[in-house]
């Protein structure tokens, strides 16, 4: 038996008082929580309402006036006695769930908080521009009436412009489109000497356009970015295919549930959105989606599911029952298929919340539902936080498409959670080598779902206890991401920034490119300024002596390029 196959046994771990407290967490979630969140989303709705019934004229004079802001609290700092610029938004409020540590340092604030309108819509140019707190609950509120979306519309309401650029985006349609990141024209930056430029792909700043994503704000300020805009329909046209097999047949499955041969992208084979759960070892369900105008949709026979509805069954549940009646096909309005895993947070919600799937608290206080993220995190002390990095999991790999098996596989080997949700995505082949780039040589592979200018690849998203959790085993969570970073080093993938990292820097310089990061970071006087990408990212506590020497230090573009063992 080979080591991949070898059963794992652990030992029986012993409860702790943190145990408990986790356990009857939902207490202060209903009473607290709940409660706060929907006042908060409701006093945000009423902000956006307010903002769309400005003008054109008057929201691009604030946005102005904003913006000069923020070059005059630049220019009060003083280098040599304030800190590193961060934004001023509190640590809690990031829906990621690193700890956002960096914070703890002495740091000079710079308030972003009033970045929050959709400037405007141009829908001959096909364009939406957007400040970085613009959320994507309220562009689809304001985009999807007039049949437009963004190209990458990510799940979850809260995820804002700004995050989703500067660090990851994705959604079922990033098969066609790339990241969110991919889908934005223009970048309008405020760099560390308060000088505001707009970037795109072919102006003097293109270099600084490329290095923007995933460099988690640490170029620059964003204050405003122009994102791509698609012609859409009323409804989504989903279709349901259950899949069964061993953890690699899932994955293939998967992969021939979307992926065209090399090279055929224009296929009318190709769906819109995609997107598969894994549920089991054994089982999955593939969902493929086509736009669909209403016309069709509410033809004689055809089913529309309004899955936005408080009371209604929570998305994966609801896709899950294809394992049971097999291949089913329905119509969902366009906009509640956009968030269709935002009430439960995915399958987090289960976790939270226990019985919030259940059918009488769906109609009694559905409507509640989802918590804040910021808020959950609010309401965790130290102890807490600690005990989800150990025993929970929230992470995403991100793997060539080819290599979707052999994730699979590990991570039932070495995590055992599930669901899992598989969504896949271009990487496009650029100019220049930026942070994350595809494996060289991939367009002479010619392998399936891949083109001559980018190489598919599947966010294999890892959310929940894991499976020795659940048991009541031992279960080492830093220790199990330390070797799932080591498996995407080797397998040439990425882990988003968002999640706890636990990369020394050589390793995280293995995993990502620095060569065109720190080339921007030195041209536009970023050093000095902002911290450096890692130490931003990096777990736990950074002291200011920490900070400061690492600024003083330049990455070696050879972290990127060595082939010494991983530590």
Known sequence: ??????????????KIWVDYFVQFRWIIVIFVVLPISFTLYFLTYLGDVRSEWKSYKKRQKEHEENVQKVVKRLEERNPSKDGLVCTARKPWIAVGM??????????????????????????????????????????????????LALAVVAELDDLTVGGLINGYGIEGSSHLYGLFSDTVVAYEIVLAGGRVVRATKD????????????????????????????????????????????????????IDSFAPPFGEEDSENVPDFVETMIYNPHEGVCMTGKYASKEEAKK????????????????????????????????????????RHTRSLYWEGKLILPFADQWWFRYLLGWLMPPKVSLLKATQGEAIRNYYHEMHVIQDMLVPLYKVPDALE????????YPLWLCPHRLYKLPCKTMVYPEPGFEQQCRQGDTPYAQMYTDVGVYYSPGPVLRGEVFDGAEAVRKMESWLIENHGYQPQYAVSELNEKNFWRMFDAG????????????????????????????????????QAQVEGPYAETDEPIE
Request: charged residues 30%; aromatic residues 12%.
């Open 1 to 14: 038996m080979s080591d991949l196959e070898a059963p794992l046994v652990r030992p029986k771990r012993k």
């Open 98 to 147: 690193r700890n956002v540590d960096y914070k703890r340092v002495r740091h000079f604030e710079v308030d972003l908080s009033a970045f929050r309108n959709i400037i405007e819509i141009d829908q001959e140019r096909m364009i939406a521009k957007c400040e970085p707190l613009v959320n994507m609950g309220q562009i689809t509120r304001a985009t999807v009436p007039l049949n």
């Open 203 to 254: 102006n003097e700043f293109s270099d600084l356009f490329y290095a923007i994503p995933w460099s988690q704000g640490t170029l620059g300020l964003l204050v405003s970015a122009e994102i791509k805009l698609i012609p859409i329909k009323e409804y989504m046209k989903l279709t349901y295919t259950p899949i069964r097999g061993s953890v690699k047949e899932l994955g293939q499955a998967y």
């Open 300 to 339: 004689k026979g055809n089913k529309i599911n309004s899955v936005g509805w408080w009371f209604k069954p929570w998305f994966y549940q609801h896709a899950q029952t294809a394992l049971k009646k097999g291949e089913f096909v329905e119509y969902i309005p366009t906009r509640e298929y956009y968030h």
């Open 410 to 417: 590990w991570v039932d080997r070495e995590m055992e959670v």
């Open 516 to 551: 065109l990061y720190e080339q921007c970071r030195n041209k536009y006087g970023a050093v000095g300024t902002f911290m450096s990408v890692y130490y931003k990212c990096k777990k736990g506590r950074k002291t200011e002596k920490e900070v400061q020497e690492a600024e």
